[in-house]
């Protein structure tokens, strides 16, 4: 059974960084690519990030281009989401999501969702 | 980017009614499009992707169609624990991949 669990939420300044974990298992890591999308309160879901089976491949929505980057380790079957100058606007529960086609492929299906981490941007 | 309108907004019905939720592209996405299911402190679900074909475990009250830029999503007989809120998904144009609005799902 797939499992994805988030980590690294937490309540920050504005202007600082912070550092999402998703660890996986019950996957063969190395053949999927991985997303990020986020859904602030009240608010409906947003696709954030991509990264490639090998990582070798990421995408960005224009809100966080530039700030922030996705990663992944294959050894560790984990993926992670380093966000920095956040903003109110990043304030989110942040999923992370796993692709359901093997290696790489535009067609963008969700398949497995993790509970999610909350990411507060706030003074 | 692709925009994805989800009609309607909001949508109250019963037990055993017949639903359906409409999702429209403003550019032709093939059958580029996905649908998923969200509860309140739940993971979304994947119901439905490439349009029509059913992910495994969906039960077969659910059911898709359409292609280009217009796309239904059909609940046949409602049952309690279809209450939710669903959105649509497009990945034909990326990046960014594309979410409509949703549709919020209670009960009459």
């Known amino acids: 059974q797939v499992q994805l669990v988030e980590s690294g939420g937490g309540v920050v300044q504005p202007g600082t960084s912070l550092r999402l974990t998703c660890a996986t298992s019950?996957?063969?890591?190395?053949?999927?690519?991985f997303h990020w999308v986020r859904q602030a309160p009240g608010k409906g879901l947003e696709w954030v990030a991509v990264?490639?089976?090998?990582?070798?491949?990421?995408h960005y929505a224009e809100s966080v281009k530039g700030r922030f980057i996705i990663s992944r380790d294959n050894s560790l079957n984990t993926v992670h989401l380093q966000m920095n100058s956040l903003g109110a606007e990043d304030t989110a529960l942040y999923y992370c999501?796993?692709?359901?086609?093997?290696?790489?492929?535009?067609?963008?299906?969700?398949?497995?969702w993790g509970q999610g981490a909350l990411v507060t941007v706030s003074s | 980017d692709v925009q994805l309108t989800q009609s309607p907004s909001s949508l109250s019905a019963s037990v055993g009614d017949r639903v359906t939720i409409t999702c429209r592209a403003s550019q032709n996405i093939n059958n580029y499009l996905n649908w998923y299911q969200h509860k309140p402190g739940e993971a979304p679900k994947l119901l439905i992707y490439?349009?029509?074909t059913l992910q495994n475990g969906v039960p077969s009250r659910f059911s898709g169609s359409g292609s280009g830029t217009d796309f239904t999503l059909t609940i046949s007989s409602l049952q309690p624990e279809d209450f939710a809120t669903y959105y649509c998904q497009q990945s034909f144009v990326f990046p960014p991949t594309t979410f409509g609005q949703g549709t919020k799902l209670d009960v009459k």
């Open positions: 019950g996957v063969t890591f190395r053949h999927y690519g």
């Open positions: 999501v796993k692709d359901r086609i093997q290696l790489w492929s535009p067609i963008f299906v969700l398949e497995n």
């Open positions: 990264i490639s089976f090998d990582g070798k491949t990421e």
């Open positions: 490439a349009s029509f």
